[in-house]
């Protein structure tokens, strides 16, 4: 930042505090930041100067006549509140043509500006001078107008259906009343045909939309036409017992209403009001309204990011909701295809990513792809647990969730681990129709891991255990495995475990899927199965299955493998144990060559924010096997 010169007539921002401590300095604050300024006499320096920064001096007027010292202190201390930004240069401020009376009418609108991005005033006057629409749901309509108006904005269309025709008495009361208080006010009231709205809004920079139903058509036709036109489209909506301002729409952002409606969740066991109270749509309005306010003024120039507001109806409680925009919406989901597998590993990082963060951001009761990602109440003993909810983004919305999943490990990060990834397989799984069209009749999984081969290998294990869970018949050989050889130390952590739970459990080989060795454990009264890439894996994920049975009786949909009740015995030669130490490089080649060409590999592309966080998103498709 430059230093503060002789011409700049520097302006203390509102939210700056100034409290003097008893150690010789004083303690400068503001919503930001604080910092502390030490001397015996800086509070007085202060308390005299900080009063002429008003923005109406130059420094130059402000240190006329003072002694060269004096001067030196003030261009100090001006500095230094100019730098950390307690105050601000108004002497650049883009020139306006307010009058005094709107000036003082609009004193802090016009303040809050002048803070956030400066020529407060002139910014003020370009609001004003914006050609608005609005239109809507009776139960909206009149609090979007009276916060309108509310805001300092004069000049705006009130537009009415046939059946709005009971709403002019009051509304024209609202704009009478704004008249005598504002000299500048020219509101419309104009009636609509209905018949064509691209005609209708033409003259209009905004459109704000209220709607109150669950017929959402109309606000889909809007936001389509002001998308298209280059307008800014700002809607309120309730439907299903949701309400929510936003998010602003404009042409070249890529936010959309269908994205926030299509990522907010569904509200299930709460209560909800038939129709909303006036305060809630005050509320409402209000937000809504600002929103507006902050992208005509250019307070969100530069924003990335992508929020609506949404107010609980019964308790009016309100919260911004962060989204992402959904990929059926901006039509980027694609499947590209991996010719050689083998190859494409080694031009990926190895190095493993810690994906805990990216979990975090995607995980929210109210819109995330993430409904929960928590432990809850879970037994946590012998094996640490974590449950992971997914939004189902198929849904047109309001988003439906998918049944809890439960996932476990030794230690409690392993298990979130493990829950995030089955969580995003889950979600990324949903996306299959755009990526290999309706009406499959082959076996695929999807897969993400801290690195490529773990991606991969994920990826070819879910496709399998797809296979597995959907067999009719589940053959079991008639001899218990014998487990003198089990030398690996997480699978006799998870043996030990099974056995201080279930008495007297057994393990037994099942039928290959595949080429890919299949392990069952006997309990009480359940078998528990599963395949995996190699024996070591199929055992692990086996007791698994049977531990999250144990621990918990209750849970029913779990990753690792199938519970059945009965099982078909044969005889058949028992195979060898190998537990060999392998890294997931390893396993997954040796998984390539026992498939031998079985399988197609494809990169999957759905949302952005997924390839900006992971080592990208990988599918299989098996070949030589069809679903039944």
């Given at each position: 930042m430059q230093k503060v010169n002789d011409s700049m007539c520097l302006k203390m921002n509102r939210d700056t505090f100034i409290i003097p401590d008893s150690n010789q300095g004083v303690s400068v604050r503001n919503n930001e930041k604080s910092l502390r300024m030490e001397g015996s006499t800086i509070d007085r320096w202060l308390e005299r100067l900080t009063p002429m920064l008003d923005g109406t001096r130059t420094l130059q007027a402000i240190t006329n006549g003072l002694p060269e010292a004096f001067q030196d202190q003030v261009y100090k201390i001006a500095h230094i509140l100019y730098e950390n930004g307690f105050a601000r240069d108004v002497s650049q401020s883009t020139p306006h043509q307010l009058s005094d009376t709107v000036l003082s009418q609009y004193a802090s609108q016009i303040e809050y500006l002048d803070q956030i991005r400066n020529s407060g005033a002139y910014r003020f006057q370009v609001y004003r001078q914006t050609k608005a629409a609005v239109l809507g749901a009776d139960s909206l309509l009149p609090s979007l107008v009276q916060s309108l108006i509310q805001s300092g904005q004069p000049g705006f269309t009130i537009i009415l259906t046939a059946s709005q025709q009971s709403l002019q008495p009051f509304l024209r009361e609202i704009i009478e009343e704004a008249?005598?208080?504002?000299?500048?006010?020219?509101?419309?009231?104009?009636?609509?045909?209905?018949?064509?709205?691209?005609?209708?809004?033409?003259?209009?920079?905004?459109?704000?939309?209220?709607?109150?139903?669950?017929?959402?058509?109309?606000?889909?036709?809007?936001?389509?036409?002001?998308?298209?036109?280059?307008?800014?489209?700002?809607?309120?909506?309730?439907?299903?017992?949701?309400?929510?301002?936003?998010?602003?729409?404009?042409?070249?952002?890529?936010?959309?209403?269908?994205?926030?409606?299509?990522?907010?969740?569904?509200?299930?066991?709460?209560?909800?009001?038939?129709?909303?109270?006036?305060?809630?749509?005050?509320l409402l309005a209000n937000v809504a309204v600002f929103e507006w306010f902050k992208e005509v003024t250019g307070v969100y120039e530069g924003r990335k990011d992508t929020s609506f507001y949404q107010l609980n109806l019964e308790t009016l409680e309100g919260t911004w909701q962060p989204f992402l925009p959904h990929p059926l919406v901006n039509g980027r989901v694609s499947a590209q295809p991996i010719e050689n597998p083998a190859e494409c590993l080694e031009t990926r990082a190895h190095q493993p990513t810690n994906l805990h963060p990216l979990f975090l951001q995607i995980t929210s009761t109210d819109a995330g792809i993430f409904h929960v990602w928590e432990e809850a109440d879970l037994s946590q003993l012998p094996?640490?647990?974590?449950?992971?909810?997914?939004?189902?983004?198929?849904?047109?919305?309001?988003?439906?969730?998918?049944?809890?999943?439960?996932?476990?490990?030794?230690?409690?990060?392993?298990?979130?681990l493990e829950a995030g990834l089955f969580g995003l397989e889950q979600y990324i799984s949903n996306y299959e129709?755009?990526?290999?069209?309706?009406?499959?009749?082959?076996?695929?999984?999807?897969?993400?891991?801290?690195?490529?081969?773990?991606?991969?290998?994920?990826?070819?294990?879910?496709?399998?255990?797809?296979?597995?869970?959907?067999?009719?018949?589940?053959?079991?050989?008639?001899?218990?495995?014998?487990?003198?050889?089990?030398?690996?130390?997480?699978?006799?952590?998870?043996?030990?475990?099974?056995?201080?739970?279930?008495?007297?459990?057994?393990?037994?080989?099942?039928?290959?899927?595949?080429?890919?060795?299949?392990?069952?454990?006997?309990?009480?009264?359940?078998?528990?199965?599963?395949?995996?890439?190699?024996?070591?894996?199929?055992?692990?994920?086996?007791?698994?299955?049977?531990?999250?049975?144990?621990?918990?009786?209750?849970?029913?949909?779990?990753?690792?493998?199938?519970?059945?009740?009965?099982?078909?015995?044969?005889?058949?030669?028992?195979?060898?144990?190998?537990?060999?130490?392998?890294?997931?490089?390893?396993?997954?080649?040796?998984?390539?060559?026992?498939?031998?060409?079985?399988?197609?590999?494809?990169?999957?592309?759905?949302?952005?924010?997924?390839?900006?966080?992971?080592?990208?998103?990988y599918g299989v498709v098996l070949s030589g096997v069809e679903q039944t």
């Open positions: 008249a005598k208080k504002d000299s500048e006010s020219n509101i419309i009231l104009m009636q609509s045909s209905n018949k064509d709205w691209s005609k209708e809004l033409k003259p209009y920079d905004s459109v704000l939309y209220s709607s109150h139903g669950s017929d959402l058509t109309e606000l889909r036709t809007l936001h389509s036409l002001c998308k298209k036109q280059g307008k800014t489209f700002l809607p309120v909506t309730i439907s299903n017992g949701l309400a929510f301002a936003g998010p602003v729409v404009t042409a070249k952002s890529e936010v959309s209403w269908e994205s926030a409606f299509r990522r907010i969740h569904q509200r299930r066991g709460q209560a909800t009001p038939t129709s909303p109270s006036q305060t809630a749509c005050a094996l640490s647990q974590c449950k992971v909810q997914v939004a189902d983004p198929s849904s047109e919305g309001p988003s439906k969730l998918f049944p809890e999943l439960v996932c476990s490990g030794l230690t409690h990060e392993e298990a979130r129709n755009e990526f290999f069209g309706e009406n499959r009749s082959f076996y695929w999984g999807a897969g993400i891991g801290q690195t490529a081969e773990e991606g991969m290998g994920r990826a070819l294990q879910n496709a399998l255990h797809e296979v597995f869970q959907k067999k009719q018949d589940y053959r079991v050989s008639e001899t218990p495995l014998n487990l003198s050889s089990l030398e690996d130390e997480r699978c006799q952590f998870l043996w030990q475990s099974l056995k201080t739970l279930k008495p007297a459990p057994q393990l037994f080989s099942g039928e290959a899927v595949l080429g890919f060795p299949v392990i069952w454990v006997k309990g009480d009264e359940n078998w528990h199965g599963s395949v995996g890439l190699n024996q070591k894996m199929a055992v692990s994920r086996a007791l698994q299955t049977a531990l999250i049975t144990a621990q918990d009786k209750e849970i029913c949909h779990f990753p690792y493998g199938v519970t059945a009740s009965s099982v078909t015995v044969h005889k058949e030669k028992q195979p060898e144990f190998s537990f060999n130490e392998e890294t997931w490089k390893e396993t997954f080649l040796s998984a390539l060559n026992r498939l031998n060409q079985k399988a197609q590999f494809y990169e999957l592309q759905a949302e952005s924010f997924f390839t900006e966080h992971t080592k990208d998103i």
